[in-house]
Every structure is written in structure tokens, then in C-alpha cells.
């Protein structure tokens, strides 16, 4: 038991820190790296950097900025912005407006901000933040991590271990190839869940899929564990579609202080009989298909403490 809620606490730890999500003001006018410094206007501009690390501010307008060769920080300002990061370990930022940010080559970060965008992390280990609005993101060949932020977004892992979370908002979120983690809540130390359904798909690999109240869940190919908890009340029970005895697992993660002495207990689902329904001391968490008869014995319970002592003990 201690080792998975050594597993989630470090997960936790490592998501909460990595999301790039504020870039330079664009009052600042400054170099905010190494290389060259340009400057747009608040007209609708095409900017194109060099072969060096480029700082690029586009201002207001429709702006096309090209970042070319090199570590290049690029902020498309307010307006409806293309970014294109090419190759190096790029920064782009797209503010205000409904931007697209192709990363192109190289370990990229992008944060797509307010409004509804297309991210794309393409080759390289990549992290990408949507931000407000309604966003797509395909992360690309690498082990990514993916966040959407508020709004109902689109997220897609692509090839390699992801991390894949959607925030708030309805949310469609696929791990793709790789052995990925997927997030259908917020994994802090209050393991918020909006209430809103999202549909979480592993894809292949051995992937670590969390589930929220009224999520649809599927693992996949590969020995998945799905993860729960007693964050699921108003929205009703996940659904997990595809779950296999014989190589995947159930967790639960409960509140020790609300839960002193919790009590798992399986009842047949009313719509559907072959389906398995799981509850945490009467609470229906987890609807699982094709489990009647599910076997206690193969639901560890994890307690928050643990997972919060596994946290202090990794950050």
C-alpha cells in the first residue's frame, strides 16, 4: 500500500511544479535571453528570428513569428497568434487570443494563455499549458506533459510516457502510446474534482488512469490501474470500461479524517447486471463494467496521509 501512495505523492510533487504558465509583460520591452531582441508593433506583424536564441515581443495584432534555429523565447502578445518554435528548446507563449503554438524540435514549453488554442509539442519533451478557453494539444513523439487548464479541451498524448491532466472543464484526454498517466481531477493536496464528465483513454501501454465523478475511463491495451477516490460525489460514479481482472488494478484514495475505518462494498448496478458498482462507505465511486462479483481483495485502499507523507518526503 505505502508503495503506491509513494508512487502517487511523487506524481503529485512533480505535476504541481512543472507548468510554465506566465511569460515576460509585454510593458517590459526587455531581452529576456542570451540572444537577439525583437520587437513588434500593434499592427499585425511577421517576425523571423536567427540562427541564435531569439527574445521576440509581438504586441497586439494577428502576429506570425518564426523562431528559427536555437533556444528562442517567443510571446505572441494580445491577438490571434501563430508561433512557430522550429528547432532548439523554445518558449512560446501566446497571451490573449486564440493562438497556435508549434514547437517544433527540441524539449519546447508552451503556454497557450486565454482563448482557444492549438498547441503542439511535435518532437522533444515537451510541456504544454492551455490555459483558459476551449484548447487542443497533441504532444508528439516524447514524454510530454500536458495541462489544459479551465476550459472544455482536447488533449492528446502521442507517443512516450505522458503526463496528461485536464483541469477544469469537460475534457476528452488520451495517453496514445507510451505507458502514460492520465488525470481526470487536480492532483493536489485536495485532489479537487470539478463534477464535469471527462473521458480519459490509455491507449497502449501501461497506463495510470485517474478518475472523476461521472468520467468515462479506459484504459487500454496493457496492465492499467485505475485510480479513484472519495472526491467522486456530485456527478455520480466513473464508469470504467475495460477493466481486466487478470492484469489491471483498482485503488482507492480516501480521507483518513472522513474515513476512519472505510468500508469498500460492491453491489450489482441497476441499468446494467453484469457491471460491478464499487462504494466507499455507501458512496458510489466507481461503476465497472463486466465485474459482477468483483473480488474485494483486489481494491487497495490508500489513505490520504500516506500519499501527504510521500509528498513531504519527495519535495
Same mark, same amino acid.
Given at each position: 500500500m505505502f508503495?503506491?501512495?509513494?508512487?502517487?505523492?511523487?506524481?503529485?510533487?512533480?505535476?504541481?511544479?512543472?507548468?510554465?504558465?506566465?511569460?515576460?509583460?509585454?510593458?517590459?520591452?526587455?531581452?529576456?535571453?542570451?540572444?537577439?531582441?525583437?520587437?513588434?508593433?500593434?499592427?499585425?506583424?511577421?517576425?523571423?528570428?536567427?540562427?541564435?536564441?531569439?527574445s521576440i515581443l509581438a504586441h497586439m495584432g494577428d502576429d506570425v513569428v518564426y523562431g528559427g534555429a536555437g &533556444? /528562442? +523565447? =517567443?510571446? !505572441?502578445?494580445? @491577438? $490571434? *497568434?501563430? %508561433?512557430i518554435g522550429a528547432e532548439g #528548446?523554445?518558449?512560446?507563449?501566446?497571451?490573449?487570443?486564440?493562438?497556435?503554438?508549434?514547437?517544433?524540435?527540441?524539449?519546447?514549453?508552451?503556454?497557450?494563455?486565454?482563448? &482557444? /488554442? +492549438? =498547441?503542439? !509539442?511535435?518532437? @522533444? $519533451? *515537451?510541456? %504544454?499549458?492551455?490555459?483558459?478557453? #476551449?484548447d487542443q494539444m497533441i504532444g508528439g513523439p516524447g514524454d510530454d506533459i500536458l495541462s489544459g487548464g479551465e476550459g472544455n479541451d482536447g488533449l492528446m498524448g502521442g507517443e512516450g510516457d505522458d503526463i496528461v491532466l485536464g483541469g477544469g472543464g469537460a475534457d476528452v484526454l488520451n495517453g496514445n502510446a507510451g505507458d502514460d498517466t492520465i488525470l481526470g481531477i487536480t492532483p493536489d493536496e485536495e485532489w479537487e474534482d470539478d463534477g464535469l464528465r471527462d473521458y480519459l483513454n490509455g491507449g497502449e501501454g501501461d497506463d495510470?488512469?485517474?478518475?472523476?465523478?461521472?468520467?468515462?475511463?479506459?484504459?487500454?491495451?496493457?496492465?492499467?490501474?485505475?485510480?479513484l477516490g472519495d472526491w467522486i460525489d456530485d456527478g455520480g460514479p466513473a464508469l470504467i470500461e475495460d477493466y481486466d481482472a487478470s492484469e489491471d488494478t483498482l485503488a482507492v484514495v480516501y480521507d483518513d479524517e472522513t474515513h476512519p475505518a472505510p468500508m469498500l462494498t460492491v453491489e450489482a448496478s441497476d441499468e446494467a447486471p453484469d457491471n460491478a458498482l464499487l462504494l466507499l462507505d455507501g458512496l458510489p465511486l466507481a461503476e465497472v463494467a463486466g465485474a459482477a462479483g468483483l473480488d474485494l481483495s483486489q481494491v487497495t485502499l490508500v489513505p490520504k496521509s500516506a500519499v501527504a507523507e510521500a509528498m513531504r518526503a519527495a519535495a
Open positions: 508503495g503506491l501512495a509513494g508512487l502517487l505523492g511523487l506524481l503529485v510533487v512533480g505535476v504541481s511544479g512543472v507548468f510554465p504558465t506566465e511569460g515576460p509583460a509585454e510593458e517590459d520591452g526587455e531581452n529576456n535571453g542570451d540572444g537577439p531582441f525583437a520587437e513588434g508593433t500593434n499592427e499585425n506583424d511577421t517576425i523571423e528570428g536567427g540562427d541564435e536564441g531569439d &533556444d /528562442d +523565447m =517567443l510571446d !505572441g502578445g494580445a @491577438g $490571434d *497568434d501563430l %508561433l #528548446d523554445d518558449t512560446l507563449i501566446g497571451a490573449t487570443g486564440d493562438d497556435d503554438l508549434p514547437g517544433g524540435l527540441g524539449d519546447d514549453q508552451a503556454a497557450g494563455g486565454e482563448g &482557444d /488554442d +492549438m =498547441l503542439l !509539442g511535435q518532437a @522533444g $519533451d *515537451d510541456i %504544454l499549458n492551455g490555459g483558459g478557453g #476551449d495510470m488512469l485517474f478518475a472523476g465523478a461521472g468520467d468515462n475511463v479506459n484504459g487500454g491495451e496493457g496492465a492499467d490501474d485505475f485510480i
